[in-house]
């Protein structure tokens, strides 16, 4: 197989472990191929620590999982150094931490105080850790799966602005259909009997696939046409009024530079993932929610109004024009 025929291997490989979620997987896989990274938000129960885990399973990858915790200090994550015996003596070495893996599932990250939060921000947006004045890379293969519950607030700390900013793409899990649902439930008695027997070890999928996969990403072709629609959405986020009266009243902050080149690059992911060798308009349309939807600061006006990031972002598809 190709590198694309092994990455839809992956794809469908993870959608076998979890049911009615084909959404969030595809997403996840996108962040992926995009080198990003992913917030998953949803109520407990919906299946963001087994598709992390799916993920993980089918994947040549060490799977670090991070409980955050009020309590949690920044060594807790990162490690620290140690006083070592050895044969020259007593010696201090560095002793890496959890997040010095492939694919870390933090959880329940907002419940995390802000030292370890500018920790994490450190490794996601540098690629490297510092402690005691020594930068230490992380893996080739760095991608923080964060979970967080939108309506558990008590002793929670909410991200900062430039935090949320890091993730590539926040997901909003929903719950599956009923007929998705009984499969589910199907699914889990059928590993709850194969957890009674020997289980054979899933196919795993190498890290050098998903290298070449994000080589292959870079040459997909972006037309000046597309790169124009990319930044006229962009800046219809700052400069709302001059679309539509209800935008300019609706969003406080728009997106950041850095949202133009995420928003960029998962459209070049999701075409390539589509099989096709060039965005299309179709390539961001389907992907902007989960790329701006944590990057918008609303006003007052808007909660109000009863309007979210998602239907803000509607309105400012359905105004801005899509360049010739």
Same mark, same amino acid.
């Given at each position: 197989?190709?590198?694309?025929? !092994?990455?839809?291997?992956? $794809? ?6 979890? /049911?009615?979620?084909?959404?969030t997987i595809h997403h996840v896989l996108l962040g992926l191929l995009a080198n990003g990274h992913v917030l998953l938000e949803s109520l407990p129960g919906l299946a963001k620590t087994r598709t992390v885990k799916a993920?993980?399973?089918? /994947? ?6 991070? $409980? ?10 990162? %490690?620290?150094?140690?006083? $070592? ?10 002793? #890496? ?43 080739? /293969?760095?991608?923080? *799966?964060?979970?967080?519950? #939108? ?18 793409m926040k997901l909003q899990l929903d719950y599956p259909s009923p007929d998705d649902e009984t499969q589910v439930l199907r699914l889990v008695r059928a590993e709850d009997q194969a957890a009674q027997g020997q289980q ?37 986020t700052r400069h709302g009024a001059e679309h539509d009266p209800d935008l300019g009243r609706w969003i406080k902050i728009g997106a950041s530079p850095r949202g133009g080149i995420s928003l960029d690059r998962v459209s070049?992911? !999701? ?9 299309? #308009? ?6 902007? !929610? ?5 990057? *918008? ?8 109004? %009863? ?18």
């Amino acid at each position: 197989m190709n590198t694309y025929e !092994h990455v839809i291997a992956l $794809q469908a490989a993870v959608g076998q472990k979890v /049911l009615g979620q084909a959404d969030t997987i595809h997403h996840v896989l996108l962040g992926l191929l995009a080198n990003g990274h992913v917030l998953l938000e949803s109520l407990p129960g919906l299946a963001k620590t087994r598709t992390v885990k799916a993920l993980a399973t089918h /994947l040549d990858a060490q799977m670090r999982r991070i $409980q955050f915790t009020p309590d949690l200090l920044p060594s807790d994550i990162t %490690g620290g150094e140690i006083l $070592q015996q050895s044969e020259r003596g007593n010696v201090i070495e560095f002793q #890496p931490g959890p997040l010095f893996g492939n694919v870390i599932l933090a959880d329940e990250i907002n419940r995390a105080p802000a030292k370890v939060q500018a920790a994490l921000l450190e490794a996601m947006e540098e690629r490297q850790i510092t402690v005691a004045g020594k930068s230490y890379p992380m893996p080739g /293969l760095f991608m923080v *799966l964060a979970t967080q519950n #939108p309506i558990e607030q008590e002793g929670t700390y909410p991200l900062p602005e430039a935090q949320m900013d890091r993730f590539l793409m926040k997901l909003q899990l929903d719950y599956p259909s009923p007929d998705d649902e009984t499969q589910v439930l199907r699914l889990v008695r059928a590993e709850d009997q194969a957890a009674q027997g020997q289980q054979a070890a899933p196919q795993q999928l190498a890290q050098e696939v998903i290298f070449a996969a994000r080589q292959e990403i870079g040459q997909v072709h972006v037309s000046e046409a597309i790169d124009r629609y990319l930044i006229g959405l962009i800046n219809a986020t700052r400069h709302g009024a001059e679309h539509d009266p209800d935008l300019g009243r609706w969003i406080k902050i728009g997106a950041s530079p850095r949202g133009g080149i995420s928003l960029d690059r998962v459209s070049r992911a !999701h075409a390539w993932l589509s099989g096709s060798a060039f965005v299309t #308009p179709d390539d961001v349309r389907a992907i902007i !929610h989960p790329v701006l939807r944590h990057r *918008l600061q609303l006003t007052y006006d808007a909660i109000s109004d %009863g309007v979210g990031a998602d239907q803000v972002i509607d309105r400012l598809l359905d105004k801005v024009a899509i360049p010739a």
